[in-house]
């Protein structure tokens, strides 16, 4: 992990303290004082300098230069091996698709055992559609549905209530779902599908908003923004710095929370209250922010 200076370390906690407590102003002095220093609070202070109610970025061109680059290429290369080797024929669901960055990849790894239908669930429309395109252009006689919706919107809808899935996945998408509503989505497709495959970060830190929390967290974004270089203000304006403010400080519309993570036994005990059985978990790799893990478990379509 990327050492910072203790006295550097100190202040950016402080920075974070003070977006958690709602003293923007603070947050944006202690964060400039330490910018010449620390990756982060660079970040930290140019997020700072924009109006609280300014759109960072409007595209998922920020999304897209995260996912490829830093440790996300080890990840996601780990991630393709595992959903290529769990596709057959039959129906597929993926949950929080994106542009494809895992999807396109293993179906191409899967060869002859990639899936005959597809279905894909994705709340942003621009991200949904990268996918579509990249499908049409490598598989053009792979039946596609696609929902712009989230994952809650999708199950609820008549037009597609009776329709079922051999298997489902969802890679890193499942967090951006609130735990209960998550729970209750879970509740729903268990019925509907016979394999559901997630993979997901095993999140164990200290309370969040503690002040173990902000050094754990100060610490760890340090070291994924070290990993980007000619992409760095994009990828941290465009995504690292709003999750990392919406765990701090979720009651601010300006930091509204995006993710829930959690260990992954926590993932386990909620898919099989869900009414999934055979629910295992394996560690997928290690990551700058938390370790990677691969959850199967059987539905009871």
Do not use: K
Not at 64 to 87: H, K, M, P, W
Not at 177 to 183: I, L, N, Q
């Amino acid at each position: 992990m990327t050492e910072l200076p203790a006295a550097t370390l100190d202040t950016l906690v402080d920075a974070l303290r003070s977006v958690r407590d709602g003293d923007r102003e603070a947050a944006l002095e202690h964060a400039r004082s330490v910018q010449d220093r620390s990756l982060l609070g660079r970040a930290l202070a140019d997020h700072l300098l924009r109006p609280a109610d300014e759109p960072v970025y409007d595209s998922p061109a920020a999304f897209q230069a995260f996912v490829r680059g830093g440790g996300n290429i080890e990840l996601y290369d780990r991630t393709v091996d595992v959903l290529a080797g769990s596709y057959r024929s039959g129906t597929l669901l993926d949950i929080g698709c994106g542009d494809g960055r895992a999807l396109v990849p293993a179906l191409l790894q899967a060869g002859d055992a990639a899936p005959d239908r597809v279905d894909l669930v994705e709340p942003s429309e621009a991200l949904l559609r990268a996918c579509r395109n990249d499908l049409s252009l490598r598989f053009p006689d792979l039946p596609v549905r696609a929902a712009a919706q989230g994952l809650t919107e999708a199950l609820a809808d008549p037009d597609t209530a009776d329709v079922t899935w051999d298997l489902a996945q969802s890679t890193f998408a499942l967090q951006s779902v609130e735990p209960d509503e998550r729970a209750a989505c879970l509740r729903a497709l268990a019925p509907r599908v016979g394999e559901l495959v997630v993979v997901d970060f095993d999140v164990d830190h200290p309370p969040a908003g503690s002040d173990a929390h902000l050094r754990d967290r100060a610490e760890r974004w340090e070291r994924g923004l070290a990993e980007y270089d000619a992409d760095r203000a994009l990828v941290a304006q465009g995504f690292l710095v709003p999750v990392l403010l919406g765990q701090i400080a979720p009651a601010d519309p300006s930091t509204a929370r995006t993710n829930w993570e959690h260990p992954a036994a926590h993932w386990a005990q909620q898919v099989t209250d869900a009414g999934f059985t055979d629910v295992r978990v394996e560690r997928l790799c290690d990551y700058w922010s938390s370790p990677a893990f691969v959850l199967r478990a059987t539905g009871s379509r």
